[in-house]
T-cell receptor, first 115, second 113 residues
């Protein structure tokens, strides 16, 4: 297994369009996280899945954002009616309950630019 | 709430200089502490970690010690190289609840030859 993968790596879209990102976690990891990173800031937590259940959502996740993990493997993050403020790097991470330190492994991110 | 505060950058050093990047945290319970590094154009990479008080994490010449009494996890390196130029993020994970990672704002390091 080569780690967490994300697709696409870059996305440019016009304001008002919908976009969807995909994350494939490390195969044996049952926890999956989404974060958003804006320029000059650290990543901020968006939402978290354990298997297929979405257990926590940040207040940052407005109702235009929806995330799914239908079979407890890959996850998608959809942003509807994109706004320029949505421009950011979207990071996915995964972890295993067997890790004592709860370390999360991060993917390369999807950079979204809304024009 | 839980938070991480790290020194503002950028930090500019000459090659072979000593590096310290300060990090303090606020958290309930006993979090695990991490330093991540982000090289230009690349994703987040775990640099080192510590899971309990007085633990020292180390990797690639970098070290940080988990100090519960001062709620700190300062990053140090005795002799920096140009290739260490990157953004460094201090982070914590609480060992209860959703286990989300809480990051500091990052400190950009420039190392001059």
């Amino acid at each position: 297994d080569t780690g967490v993968s994300q697709d696409p790596r870059h996305k440019i879209t016009k304001r008002g369009q919908n976009v969807t990102f995909r994350c494939d976690p490390i195969s044996e990891h049952n926890r999956l996280y989404w974060y958003r990173q804006t320029l000059g800031q650290g990543p901020e937590f968006l939402t978290y899945f354990q298997n297929e259940a979405q257990l926590e959502k940040s207040r940052l996740l407005s109702d235009r954002f929806s995330a799914e993990r239908p079979k407890g493997s890959f996850s998608t993050l959809e942003i509807q009616r994109t706004e320029q403020g949505d421009s950011a790097m979207y990071l996915c991470a995964s972890s295993s309950p067997g890790l004592e330190d709860y370390e999360q492994y991060f993917g390369p991110g999807t950079r979204l630019t809304v024009t | 709430g839980n938070s991480v505060t790290q020194m503002e950058g950028p930090v500019t050093l000459s090659e072979e200089a000593f590096l310290t990047i300060n990090c303090t945290y606020t958290a309930t319970g006993y979090p695990s502490l991490f330093w991540y590094v982000q090289y230009p154009g690349e994703g987040l990479q775990l640099l080192l970690k510590a899971t309990k008080a007085d633990d020292k994490g180390s990797n690639k010449g970098f070290e940080a010690t988990y100090r519960k009494e001062t709620t700190s996890f300062h990053l140090e390196k005795g002799s920096v190289q140009v290739s260490d130029s990157a953004v460094y993020f201090c982070a914590l994970i609480r060992n209860t609840g959703g286990f989300k990672t809480i990051f500091g704002a990052g400190t950009r390091l420039f190392v001059k030859a």
